[in-house]
């Protein structure tokens, strides 16, 4: 088993993946990743870091030194996240490489209502236990503390994730996801009456007050 880690205000090779986590990587063999797609990886991440000497990344493997999953984050990326970290939205939909490996994003909004992007990672699954080792990098990684509020969908495995290891951290659902299920499981609703998609998305998105959401 091994990880590599670079701190912000030094690099060192840093062990810190949980006993837990080090049996489940061994419990199930994980998608191979071709030498010269690791050894690519591998060089483009060290490149960065010498360019930035407060780029981290975290890779850990598992028994047959296989790459599972990878989380990088840089300079520009902790000093926004200094900044603006309080509310995190955390999405795993985007899932465009050949193996169908999710793609990870923690983002937030700046003091301009711009996205910014607070770190990147390259999962092999969605299970509780990735999910623990994607928050406890992160946390690892950042120059404050976990953010106040994270958004996501309703992954239950995510949730619990969540639970034990940012406990105090507020989780709440991403309100654009709440509007894809509701078309999912109430479409007969969307089609029978036509007002009905552009009422539900007033209630969703143009009130902040009870008041004004209940009248709505």
């Not at 992160?138 to 503390?145: D, G, L, N, Q, S």
Request: aromatic fraction near 14%.
């Amino acid at each position: 088993m091994a990880s590599f880690a670079v701190e912000e205000e030094e690099r060192e090779n840093v062990g810190f993946i949980k006993d837990d986590y080090k049996n489940y990587l061994q419990s199930k063999r994980m998608i191979e990743m071709k030498m010269g797609d690791t050894g690519g990886v591998l060089e483009y991440l060290q490149r960065k870091q010498d360019e930035d000497p407060n780029f981290s990344y975290v890779i850990p493997v598992d028994i047959d030194d296989l790459v599972t999953n990878i989380f990088c984050s840089n300079t520009r990326i902790k000093i926004d996240y200094g900044h603006f970290g309080n509310v995190v939205c955390f999405d795993t939909t985007y899932k465009k490489n050949k193996e169908v490996r999710p793609f990870a994003l923690f983002a937030g909004v700046n003091h301009h209502k711009q996205t910014t992007i607070f770190g990147a990672a390259l999962l092999y699954d969605e299970t509780t236990e990735t999910f623990k080792w994607l928050f406890q990098s992160f946390a690892k990684a950042m120059p404050r503390e976990e953010p106040m509020t994270i958004l996501t969908d309703d992954d239950p495995a995510m949730a619990k994730a969540l639970a034990s290891s940012w406990p105090k951290t507020y989780h709440r659902l991403c309100v654009w996801h709440m509007y894809q299920n509701a078309t999912k499981h109430l479409s007969y609703v969307f089609d029978e009456y036509k007002s009905f998609a552009k009422d539900f998305s007033r209630c969703l998105y143009d009130y902040n007050e009870v008041d004004d959401f209940i009248n709505a």
